[in-house]
């Protein structure tokens, strides 16, 4: 199957900086990407839309100003949480959609913001 | 819409059954499974495209319903690794919307 490499897999950050969080799919070329957050003991929560050379598109409730995507490549999505406060602390989770088949993840991002 | 799934946890001895549900409002376009285990990648289980359609491997078989908009899926005497949290994941054809999650527990 696909490869998604994504990276950092944890990090820890002081309130008020930024922390990039970078999605690559390796064997193939991504024209859109997922990214997901997830509170313990929560599902998994679709945040965004990657595109390619476009915008990204928010699902309703995610601040676009503070998750900010880029996807500047057909190999590389970005995602980057400015100002981080405590309550953005999760695990950020990227994936791939090929059409009729599995969703294949990136390896995951625990930020602790502290 | 996050479909729901039900039920929320199941604590099972090796060796005994579980079901587990999902419901969605409307007609997917697909459904997928997932078990994820604490701080990893959910991993795949399998996807149902059609409305009826039944598959499965090993001990872990799924079914969809004609309207697709129920989904079930079918763990058979199972194992300690079965323990986790699984979901379903709803897809529209545009993106990926998974379930509410059901913890599973196997014991000895």
């Known amino acids: 199957g696909a490869v998604v490499s994504q990276h950092p897999s944890w990090v820890i950050c002081k309130s008020g900086t930024s922390v990039k969080i970078e999605c690559r799919s390796l064997d193939f070329q991504a024209t859109t990407m997922f990214w997901y957050r997830q509170f313990p003991k929560q599902s998994l929560m679709l945040m965004a839309t990657s595109n390619e050379g476009s915008k990204a598109t928010y699902e309703q409730g995610v601040e676009k100003d503070k998750f900010l995507i880029n996807h500047a490549s057909l190999t590389l999505s970005t995602l980057t949480v400015t100002s981080a406060h405590p309550e953005d602390s999760s695990f950020y989770i990227c994936?791939?959609?090929?059409?009729?088949?599995?969703?294949?993840f990136g390896q995951g991002t625990r930020l602790t913001v502290v | 819409q996050q479909p729901v799934q039900s039920p929320q946890a199941v604590i099972l001895r090796e060796g005994e059954d579980a079901v587990i549900n999902c419901s969605s409002s409307?007609?997917?376009?697909?459904v997928h499974w997932y078990r994820q285990k604490h701080g990893e990648a959910p991993v795949f289980l399998m996807i149902?495209?059609?409305?009826?359609e039944q598959k499965g491997h090993d001990k872990i078989s799924a079914s969809f319903n004609e309207k697709k908009q129920q989904s079930s899926l079918y763990l058979t005497a199972s194992q300690l690794s079965y323990s986790g949290t699984y979901f379903c994941?709803?897809?529209?054809?545009?993106?990926?919307?998974f379930g509410t999650g059901t913890r599973l527990q196997v014991f000895p």
């Open positions: 149902l495209l059609k409305g009826g």
């Open positions: 994941g709803a897809d529209n054809t545009d993106k990926l919307i």
């Open positions: 409307k007609a997917l376009y697909s």
């Open positions: 994936s791939a959609l090929p059409r009729n088949t599995e969703a294949f």
